[in-house]
């Protein structure tokens, strides 16, 4: 199925290249050069996946990041030619689903980039259905949250986790479980990148409902529904 792609990047021929990366695998590229005219596209429409340079006229990619990970569940990949190891970690937690250094690889890119899209099909396919916890409704056709009937806006690893947790509310999930459904990848054990999403997603439930805690934390083993 073909998938709607927008490439942030000011740099007219990495920008050109993307495309033709992205049409080369059947999907439709949308190019933005700058930080404000990607807020335009992402005002206009939803994307399936966001291609996401950091250093850009207007809002830098940081700004574009936060904003997509406050108002959907949009997948990004940073492309950037800011390469340190904190930038990295800073733009993982913030929400990025990838980083690619520039200069790229090309194959490399369209692997990322399916990896990333298959990804989130898989979640989507298993669990397209509305499901319940209490007070809690998530459409995922629509990738909604919604508590007491108030809608919660999630960023994309926050909603993976609460779907995973909400799958099945008695089993306990280790963080080792959870990052690696979630990120996809080997866990190493550092327990930060969990830790620090798990909070946002507890914040975000409390604030929405301040009377009801809807997460448990089973010390020594890791996070469920509470019952």
Known sequence: ???????????????????????????????????????????????????????????????????????????????????????????????????????????????????VLRRYQRITARDSKVITHKDITVNTDFRTVEVRGRKLTLTAREYTILVLLMSQPGKVFSKANIFESVWNEPFHGDDNTVNVHMSNLRTKLSEADPDETYIDTVWGMGYRMKS
């Open 1 to 115: 199925m073909t998938k709607n792609i927008l490439i942030v990047e000011d740099d007219n021929d990495i920008n050109r290249l993307l495309c033709d990366i992205i049409r080369q695998s059947n999907h439709a590229p949308q190019s933005a050069y700058s930080g404000t005219e990607a807020v335009l596209y992402i005002e206009q429409r939803d994307w399936d996946l966001i291609l996401l340079d950091l250093m850009l006229p207007g809002l830098t990619g940081e700004e574009i990041l936060e904003k997509v990970a406050e108002s959907s569940a949009t997948p990004v990949i940073i492309i950037s030619a800011k390469d340190g190891r904190q930038t990295k970690i800073d733009s993982l937690r913030s929400g990025a689903d990838d980083f690619i250094t520039k200069p790229f690889d090309v194959e490399e890119v369209a692997a990322r980039i399916e990896s």
